[in-house]
């Protein structure tokens, strides 16, 4: 298996690696050689660890117990990787230990050991990774000081160490040295720990903690401690948590932030420094997308990729350029393309669009991982990451040639169609040549469609083949030759095809059901096809047809529960670019190369409806969404780095999620029912 090196900047090599031109150990000199690339960060006292793209881990700062897995205990200034990992896709860091969740399920902690929350039924501490026992499918990793926490696919959590205030929320004081499930918990599509607590944010929006409660730490209302789960109260719309040392923050749907716990040190954010059992509105802040916590101060990232951070400064942990303490939120210096924020001891970092670090704050261990010691009250980049994009997402940056970046402004005006009314949104795609191909489901079931050859636009007409057969709307994978694959969900749950070159074909089940979404399909430039969709369950499941055969359905256990169907964006390589509104409301990515990656949060939300994507030839990356506002949405990726989120004024309001069709030069042209039922169409060229 080749190793993905350096995220999507390294196609040419891995294509040229599969081929024989270059070695296994030439890419990976290629790897180390090129800046590192970061899809998740997670910080604890006073160490700090990134995923990256290429499948291994990376950890700098405090290494007094072998919590940075390099298999010794110096600390370290700039990145180490951490020995024997095989494709990450999440970490989680607290006081002296570490873990990672590997894209198969399993979970892997290293570090500390006393109370058993490394998980494999040991209380012996260890400087590289051991498997925790028994995990098989989970997600996403959590640490506090003495135990770990994992969120298990279809919504339960596993917890397993030091139990003393009920940390693991099985009920019982009784610690354990393997998982243990936290009871009651069964829709968590997020988890965050504290010292001695722990949050999971519920698919519905609302927040329940278990732990030490003796600051407010559970937001119940009480100072108690609790060995299962209560719910945090009030907060029913909430889209992330995150919790510090002895307080939490959960930002809410409509980008206001509630916190609770202690607040001596202003980390509460309400303009106090009192603590609080119940949540307190942090002041000022009304489009947060996430939320990160340091010991004493607290972080969200903002939907135009800023940060801003409240509560203690001492050490410049605000990153306002100031050592001064603030009761209310301050912008962190010279952010504007954060993905995600975390902190710990006096420290926080930012994870940034391209996959860069910066940290600020204090310094004392080598937590800002620049090879120094010096504190800094501004972010600063890690070592041997790649400094982030220019610019930020709002406004994008200036068209690059052939048209692959659209600023909002190059948009034309809608135009209708007709066609109506259609019984619901559309799938478009384009073949080599240009010509466009556009779907939908009639109002009585049945598959119609238009498209756009020699200059012009034909139909709309009736594909009998298909029959009353559609359950949702349908999804298309259009074939460089220009042969048009069209599949839905139909009788049964199944899926079901049609297809056309010269003439329509019969429609054929391709059974895989039952389906719990509409499908999305494409195809590369060899004529390979894939389809995906969510499932019943709520997982990411695909089918895919090579040298004329199909395979699956395969279960995608790396992207847990879905809060939509997918998109798919297919290169011409056949990279596969899977997007989908996450549960949290937030644009979600996994993408395959040789394997499965990701899952990595691309914030943007809340998003109203299921994106569509598209790839040009390039491997540039469109998605596009129906905002909860009614308008259209975009975000794009341009060799390597995303831009966006950007609303594109001129599509109006929409009646329904839209649909992209790519071309090879980056044109891209938009599709959606209108709110009158009719097909309308706005393009960027």
């Not at 919590?67 to 896709?89: K, N």
């Not at 917890?159 to 099985?170: P, R, T, V, Y």
């Not at 073949?431 to 709309?460: C, I, M």
């Not at 030069?665 to 599709?671: A, K, L, R, S, V």
Request: with cysteine.
């Amino acid at each position: 298996m080749l190793p993905l090196v350096s995220g999507r900047l390294t196609k040419a090599a891995l294509v040229l690696a599969a081929a024989g031109v270059i070695s296994g150990a030439d890419l990976a000199s290629v790897a180390r050689a090129e800046a590192s690339t970061a899809v998740a960060v997670s910080g604890g006292f006073g160490s700090v660890c990134a995923a990256l793209s290429g499948g291994s881990v990376e950890c700098w700062g405090d290494n007094s117990y072998g919590e940075l897995g390099d298999g010794t205990t110096t600390d370290r200034s700039t990145p180490v990787l951490v020995s024997g990992l095989s494709d990450p896709i999440g970490v989680g860091v607290d006081t002296e230990h570490s873990c990672a969740v590997l894209s198969e399920g399993s979970v892997e902690c290293w570090g500390i050991n006393n109370y058993g929350q490394l998980g494999d039924g040991t209380t012996t501490d260890s400087y590289t990774p051991v498997l925790v026992s028994g995990l098989s499918n989970a997600t996403a990793v959590t640490a506090n000081a003495d135990d770990t926490c994992a969120l298990i696919s279809g919504g339960s959590v596993e917890c397993w160490g030091s139990n003393s205030s009920g940390e693991l929320g099985d009920g019982t004081t009784t610690g354990s040295d393997t998982p243990v499930p936290v009871s009651g918990v069964s829709s968590a599509i997020a988890i965050s720990s504290g010292l001695f607590d722990t949050c999971a944010l519920l698919s519905g929006g609302s927040v329940e903690c278990w732990g030490e409660g003796s600051d407010g730490d559970l937001g119940d209302g009480s100072l108690a401690d609790s060995d299962t789960p209560m719910p945090v109260n009030g907060v029913s719309n909430a889209v992330a948590v995150s919790a510090g040392l002895d307080h939490t923050c959960a930002a809410l749907s409509g980008g206001s932030v509630d916190c609770w716990g202690e607040g001596g040190d202003g980390e509460l954010g309400n303009g106090g420094d009192t603590s609080s059992s119940t949540p307190v509105v942090v002041t000022g802040l009304d489009n947060a997308i996430g939320v990160g916590m340091g010991n004493y101060e607290s972080c969200a990232v903002l939907s135009n990729g800023s940060v801003a951070c409240w509560g203690s400064n001492s050490y410049g942990d605000l990153g306002d350029g100031t050592t001064t303490d603030s009761l209310t939120p301050v912008l962190v210096s010279g952010l504007t393309t954060a993905r995600s924020v975390t902190g710990g001891d006096g420290y926080a970092c930012a994870l940034l669009s391209g996959g860069s670090v910066e940290c600020w704050g204090d310094n004392s261990a080598g937590e800002l991982g620049t090879g120094s010691g010096t504190d800094s009250s501004t972010p600063m980049l890690v070592s041997g990451f790649a400094p982030p994009s220019p610019g930020g997402p709002s406004p994008p940056p200036s068209p690059a040639p052939g048209g692959s970046n659209p600023p909002p402004s190059g948009w034309h005006a809608p135009i209708s169609h007709g066609a109506g009314p259609m019984g619901s949104s559309p799938t478009a795609g384009v073949d080599r040549a240009g010509e466009q191909f556009v779907f939908w489901k009639g109002t009585n079931g049945t598959l119609w469609d238009e498209w756009y050859t020699h200059s012009a636009w034909h139909g709309p007409a009736q594909i009998t083949t298909a029959g009353r057969t559609l359950h949702s709307s349908p999804a298309v994978a259009v074939l460089p030759s220009g042969q048009q694959d069209v599949f839905w969900r139909g009788p049964g749950g199944n899926l079901w095809e049609t297809m056309h070159t010269t003439h329509w074909t019969r429609r054929r089940n391709l059974g895989a059901g039952p389906l719990g979404s509409a499908p999305t399909a494409g195809a590369d430039a060899h004529g390979d096809v894939f389809v995906f969709w969510k499932g019943t369950n709520g997982a990411l499941w695909d089918k895919w047809r090579t040298h004329g055969h199909w395979h699956g359905p395969a279960k995608i256990k790396i992207a847990g529960l879905m809060g939509s169907a997918p998109g798919v964006a297919v290169e011409s390589s056949g990279v596969q670019n899977v997007f989908w509104r996450g549960r949290d409301g937030n644009l979600w990515d996994a993408w395959h190369t040789n394997r499965w990656h990701g899952p990595v949060n691309l914030g943007a939300g809340p998003l109203g409806s299921a994106p569509t994507a598209g790839a040009d030839s390039k491997g540039d990356l469109f998605v596009f969404w129906e905002g909860t506002d009614g308008s259209l949405w975009d975000r794009w990726d341009l060799n390597g780095a995303w831009h966006g989120p950007a609303k594109i004024t001129t599509a109006g309001r929409m009646g329904s999620a839209p649909a992209v069709a790519v071309h090879g030069d980056g044109e891209q042209d938009i599709f959606w029912r209108g709110t009158n039922g009719a097909l309308w169409e706005t393009w960027h060229p």
